[in-house]
């Protein structure tokens, strides 16, 4: 079981470049999340899919796209990346929270990340 | 703009001190977590609490929930080397989804043997 995998781990794109940032994992969750992580920041939400065909944005969604065309994979995109992407990409699941309804019953599961810089 | 402050933001102490990092905001959260992360790793979810005044223990850690909901702390109890890492803090503002979550900066901590 390798819970959510992220590939690649490291990355260096020219301004201008595009990428795509793979996600997959292996727990059956039906919720996934992309977050970014800036020194001294805390964790940003960039955009979630509560299941497969559905996505939403987060927090910080500009300059960036998703698709979940299956349960396992959530790829995020990056179009001309900008040096304001630099960061410490993470791909997140959970389960459902669900009725009762509390995400007290479905904690996160990250992956390691993708460590993103732009120049 | 909802914010969630930490302090300190970087601690180093000696193995087998006591410490307490915070977690605090002017929002109420509806639950909040504790999470460790490990250089080159994503963060691990520690604990969660919800209840105002909430107290839990694992192992040497033990977190409480401020009655207000507004707040939270970690104290370890004669740390390790192996507690060293960025300590998140993440606060709910709803039941139902992590996109009504938002996450401290952390406090980064150094556990010298």
């Known amino acids: 079981n390798a819970g959510v995998t992220q590939t690649p781990k490291f990355r260096i794109l020219k301004i201008g470049q595009s990428m795509t940032l793979q996600c997959a994992q292996d727990m059956n969750h039906n919720y996934m999340y992309w977050y970014r992580q800036d020194p001294g920041m805390g964790l940003k939400l960039i955009y979630y899919?509560?299941?497969?065909?559905?996505?939403d944005k987060g927090e910080v969604p500009n300059g960036y796209n998703v698709s979940r065309s299956t349960t396992e994979d959530f790829p995020l995109r990056l179009e001309l990346a900008a040096p304001s992407q630099t960061s410490v990409y993470f791909c997140?699941?959970?389960?459902?929270?669900?009725?009762?309804?509390?995400?007290?019953?479905?904690?996160?599961?990250f992956g390691n990340g993708t460590r993103l810089t732009v120049t | 703009t909802q914010l969630l402050e930490q302090s300190p933001q970087f601690l180093s102490i000696q193995e087998g001190e006591n410490l307490t990092v915070y977690c605090n905001s002017s929002s109420v959260f509806s639950s909040l977590q504790w999470y460790r992360q490990e250089p080159g790793e994503g963060p691990v979810l520690l604990v969660t609490?919800?209840?105002?005044?909430e107290v839990k223990k694992l192992k040497r850690l033990t977190f409480q929930f401020g009655d207000a909901r507004k707040d939270s702390s970690l104290h370890i109890t004669a740390a390790q080397p192996g507690d060293t890492g960025l300590y998140l803090c993440a606060g709910a503002f709803a039941k139902t989804s992590y996109d009504k979550v938002i996450f401290g900066p952390g406090t980064s901590l150094s556990v010298i043997p």
């Open positions: 997140a699941s959970s389960y459902s929270p669900g009725p009762p309804g509390a995400i007290y019953n479905s904690p996160l599961h």
């Open positions: 899919s509560v299941g497969a065909g559905i996505t």
């Open positions: 609490v919800v209840t105002g005044g």
